[in-house]
């Protein structure tokens, strides 16, 4: 078990995830977690996150900062992503290990799987296939950090763990139009259109792609689950060179029920219009958890009760998102 008071450094604090991770660790009684912004340290540089673990020393790392973005900041920007996240979890897990800390939590992404990988996608699909084009540099770069956590385990004894989630939303998600995520992108435009009184929102794709989504908030509570677990609890449902854990709820919606039901949250009574011309994606994406489910964690919302959290946050801080 983790003690309350041991100093847990969260790196990319500022992210969605960062933030709902920090938000969760104060809400559970940790006292002492500890942040930098970008202003404070770069994470870019080798020495200055030797400097800072050598200084702070911290107990617990977890590893949330990361370069992100849509379909096509991945497609115009791959030499970004993948230098900038491959450099950012090499200093800080080589750096960590240089210092003497133990135990660090590595946050991936579910885009790491084939993308043909037989549906739900087990932790065992890992390098046994091809990877969707679009997002390969970011992809690759999210092995390489599982593959780091795993090495500095075998060669040295650490205790560095790895999580990779499904689809995110929550509070601090992107809700910009031109380079969001599905949902918040479904939010703003159905928040608008029925603001003005639209007759018509146009969805992208048939919809009837499958997708599998997970509030932020659950992704967090996961990952300290996953942070306080026993070290042989851990490895009772890993293996060194397989070390990671799928974070999901194990229920997927076509896009259509997506976005009948930001709909009805969103209070729009118009219609919707698919539009087929526009690309649908991979036809499903749904993660098995069954790992995290015998470690004992469940996810805390449903989908339309974490929409609905979503959007009060959104229109709450909407002025941001229309600069």
């Known amino acids: 078990m983790l003690e309350k008071s041991a100093k847990i ?3 990319g604090h500022n992210g969605m995830v960062g933030s709902a991770i920090v938000r969760n660790l104060e809400h559970q009684g940790y006292t002492n977690v500890i942040t930098r912004g ?4 770069d994470l870019l540089s080798q020495l200055d996150v030797r400097q800072f673990m050598q200084q702070e020393k911290p107990d617990y790392i977890v590893l949330a900062a990361a370069k992100v973005g849509g379909i096509m900041a991945n497609n115009t920007y791959p030499a970004d992503f993948i230098y900038q996240n491959l450099m950012i979890e090499a200093n800080i897990i080589h750096e960590a290990y240089s210092a003497g800390v133990n135990q660090l939590l590595f946050l991936g992404s579910s885009c790491i799987y084939p993308k043909l990988a037989e549906q739900p996608m087990q932790e065992s699909a890992l390098l046994t296939g091809l990877l969707e084009p679009t ?10 950090g599982i593959k780091l956590c795993e090495s500095y385990n075998r060669q040295y004894g650490t205790d560095y763990r790895s999580v990779m989630p499904t689809n995110l939303y929550g509070p601090f998600d992107n809700f910009h139009l031109e380079n969001s995520h599905v949902i918040p992108a479904l939010i703003r435009k159905f928040h608008d259109a029925a603001t003005a009184n639209q007759a018509e929102v146009e969805v992208w794709g048939t919809g009837k792609a499958m997708r599998e989504f997970l509030h932020v908030d659950d992704m967090a509570a996961a990952s300290v689950h996953v942070m306080g677990l026993s070290l042989e609890a851990y490895q009772a ?12 709820t194990g229920v997927d919606v076509t896009i259509r029920e997506l976005a009948e039901t930001v709909s009805e949250v969103t209070e729009f009574k118009g219609k ?6 526009k690309p649908d994606g ?12 015998q470690l004992g964690w469940q996810p805390k919302y449903d989908l339309k009760t974490g929409l609905q959290d979503a959007y009060a946050w959104f229109v709450a801080n909407q002025e941001q998102f229309r600069r």
Do not use: C, W
């Open 135 to 144: 997002n390969e540099p970011y992809a690759i770069a999210k092995i390489a």
């Open 237 to 248: 449902v890993t293996e060194s060179m397989l070390s990671h854990i799928n974070v999901g």
């Open 38 to 41: 970008r202003d404070q340290l």
């Open 9 to 11: 450094f969260v790196a």
């Open 282 to 293: 991979t036809p499903r994406k749904l993660m098995d958890t069954t790992k995290l489910n």
């Open 272 to 277: 919707l219009a698919f539009d087929a011309s």
